[in-house]
């Protein structure tokens, strides 16, 4: 941070600037932009709830048509959605004038109270300088975290002008707040992300990730929302193959999908059924707490049917198995009715 040089300007009045003000707006500011950011990306649809953020991840990932995406979303769950969601805040923010905005109304914010303690010293009656700065930090205290401790360290508080170091403070305080200014217009996004003491990735993603609980067969997140809820369902159930499970004495993949499982006739065993075989159709003795709704139409589930025939040989290299033999109709889906599959399971319109 370069100052202006002024003439007459105190070495105290300069270094208190610097050495706490400057500092402890810098913090100030850094601490405040991370909720702000937070604030400002919850107005948007897809992190209105639970739904809509599993939603506009789910489109993303089939228009963007990669499979290394679907294998980082499906296997590295929680740093996809982190990096996601980082994607869309510096998306959001790329044009700096909504953070400069922020950053303007914080800076100002500062001062005003910075020159608000100044003020009030002045009408103090001290019998030294040190005592005359100790009073302003003792005002700025609670809002901008500035301690009168330790001033000696780096100031000689003599008996000099009270009034002519106020007037030269006031000056540093002008320069200062210039300076951060363009400090804070030239630098990147990425730059400031990383300095937030609130990660708003982090926080966007305690809003949206729900209970955490996955579906006891294929792993899907829970769509509930939230943790305040008896039941865990999930509105999109795929392969259990995607989740790592479910290839047979062959190693080949499976196609099951547990939404259609828990209308068949087919049985299994987790560790919770003691080894024993335990019907489909009865899973809730098991998993009390979930609700898997009966895919009855067979095309709810086109969207991981589509994915898993698109990208078979992938996951099966992915996963040291064999390819799943594909059903033709699987193949016969349109990624436009995958994406029409997943606007009808999310209640899109």
């Given at each position: 941070m370069v100052y202006k040089v002024?003439?007459?300007?105190?070495?105290?009045?300069?270094?208190?600037?610097?050495?706490?003000?400057?500092?402890?707006?810098?913090?100030?500011?850094?601490?405040?932009?991370?909720?702000?950011?937070?604030?400002?990306?919850?107005?948007?649809e897809e992190?209105?709830?639970?739904?809509?953020?599993?939603?506009?991840?789910?489109?993303?990932?089939?228009?963007?048509?990669?499979?290394?995406?679907?294998?980082?979303?499906?296997?590295?769950?929680?740093?996809?959605?982190?990096?996601?969601?980082?994607?869309?805040i510096r998306e959001t923010f790329?044009?700096?004038?909504?953070?400069?905005?922020?950053?303007?109304?914080?800076?100002?914010?500062?001062?005003?109270?910075?020159?608000a303690a100044i003020n009030k010293a002045k009408t103090e009656n001290t019998d030294s300088l040190k005592t005359f700065v100790e009073n302003?930090?003792?005002?700025?205290?609670?809002?901008?975290?500035?301690s009168q401790d330790a001033l000696d360290t780096f100031m000689v508080l003599n008996n000099a002008d009270q009034k002519q170091f106020a007037h030269w403070l006031n000056m540093c305080v002008e320069e200062m707040k210039e300076a951060l200014r363009e400090k804070l217009k030239n630098t990147e996004i990425d730059t400031k992300l990383s300095q937030l003491h609130v990660k708003p990735e982090n926080e966007l993603f305690s809003r949206v990730f729900g209970c955490g609980q996955?579906?006891?067969?294929?792993?899907?997140?829970?769509?509930?929302?939230?943790?305040?809820?008896?039941?865990?369902?999930?509105?999109?159930?795929?392969?259990?193959?995607?989740?790592?499970?479910?290839?047979?004495?062959?190693?080949?993949?499976?196609?099951?999908?547990?939404?259609?499982?828990?209308?068949?006739?087919?049985?299994?065993?987790?560790?919770?059924?003691?080894?024993?075989?335990?019907?489909?159709?009865?899973?809730?003795?098991?998993?009390?707490?979930?609700?898997?709704?009966?895919?009855?139409?067979?095309e709810s589930s086109d969207y991981w049917k589509y994915v898993m025939a698109k990208y078979n040989k992938e996951f099966a290299e992915a996963c040291k198995a064999q390819p799943a033999d594909i059903p033709d109709s699987w193949r016969r889906i349109t990624k436009e009715q995958a994406k029409k599959s997943l606007k009808e399971s999310f209640y899109v319109k």
């Amino acid at each position: 941070m370069v100052y202006k040089v002024c003439k007459g300007k105190t070495r105290n009045s300069e270094e208190f600037t610097k050495q706490r003000l400057k500092p402890a707006v810098e913090n100030f500011i850094c601490r405040s932009l991370g909720p702000d950011i937070v604030d400002k990306m919850l107005t948007k649809e897809e992190f209105s709830t639970r739904m809509s953020f599993h939603y506009s991840i789910l489109l993303d990932l089939i228009s963007k048509s990669d499979f290394n995406c679907f294998k980082s979303y499906i296997y590295s769950y929680e740093y996809y959605v982190k990096s996601w969601i980082s994607e869309r805040i510096r998306e959001t923010f790329s044009s700096r004038s909504t953070v400069c905005q922020f950053e303007d109304k914080h800076l100002k914010f500062c001062i005003d109270h910075i020159n608000a303690a100044i003020n009030k010293a002045k009408t103090e009656n001290t019998d030294s300088l040190k005592t005359f700065v100790e009073n302003i930090c003792i005002e700025l205290c609670d809002k901008l975290g500035i301690s009168q401790d330790a001033l000696d360290t780096f100031m000689v508080l003599n008996n000099a002008d009270q009034k002519q170091f106020a007037h030269w403070l006031n000056m540093c305080v002008e320069e200062m707040k210039e300076a951060l200014r363009e400090k804070l217009k030239n630098t990147e996004i990425d730059t400031k992300l990383s300095q937030l003491h609130v990660k708003p990735e982090n926080e966007l993603f305690s809003r949206v990730f729900g209970c955490g609980q996955q579906c006891p067969f294929c792993k899907i997140p829970c769509d509930a929302g939230g943790e305040n809820h008896t039941r865990h369902f999930a509105l999109l159930h795929r392969p259990w193959s995607l989740a790592q499970v479910g290839w047979d004495e062959s190693n080949k993949l499976q196609t099951d999908i547990c939404s259609s499982l828990v209308i068949s006739n087919r049985y299994f065993h987790f560790s919770g059924t003691k080894g024993e075989y335990h019907p489909y159709k009865e899973y809730r003795e098991i998993f009390p707490d979930w609700n898997i709704p009966p895919d009855v139409s067979l095309e709810s589930s086109d969207y991981w049917k589509y994915v898993m025939a698109k990208y078979n040989k992938e996951f099966a290299e992915a996963c040291k198995a064999q390819p799943a033999d594909i059903p033709d109709s699987w193949r016969r889906i349109t990624k436009e009715q995958a994406k029409k599959s997943l606007k009808e399971s999310f209640y899109v319109k």
